[in-house]
């Protein structure tokens, strides 16, 4: 390895500036992926009923980076995942089906299966009253 001056990095450290940001974006995407992951492929799954096209929703969400803010609580952060994920998959499923999912198949009540898809809990009360009143 060739000597260095003090104002020159050696050749093998990593450059300051842009490099570093893709690196700390990318362990923070890592850490949502290690939390949320699970939860967001089963609510892409529901939405897209297509295993790679779930999957390719759950890496954009996830690799977002406007997203990834160290202040946020998980399960805020997980409801702004889901939110993006919803609006990735939206065209594909109707929101009457992302609702009424959580809560007949993974038991949750209307204002968790509202904020898995970033919802007011009062609008998916209403949506599921109707769904429930047709059915």
Not at 84 to 106: I, K
Request: aromatic share 4%; proline share 7%; hydrophobic share 40%.
């Amino acid at each position: 390895m060739a000597p260095h001056t003090p104002d020159q990095p050696p050749r093998d450290s990593v450059p300051r500036g842009v490099p570093e940001v893709r690196r700390v974006r990318a362990q923070e995407a890592l850490v949502d992926y290690g939390r949320h992951s699970d939860a967001l492929f089963a609510l892409a799954l529901l939405l897209c009923r297509d295993a790679d096209r779930a999957a390719d929703a759950v890496v954009a969400t996830l690799t977002r980076a406007d997203l990834t803010t160290s202040d946020l609580s998980p399960d805020v952060k997980r409801q702004h995942l889901a939110a993006d994920l919803w609006n990735r998959c939206a065209g594909v499923s109707r929101e009457n089906q992302a609702l009424l999912g959580p809560v007949v198949f993974g038991s949750h009540t209307y204002g968790q299966a509202a904020a898995l898809i970033g919802l007011p809990a009062s609008s998916a009360a209403g949506r599921l009253r109707t769904l429930l009143h047709r059915a």
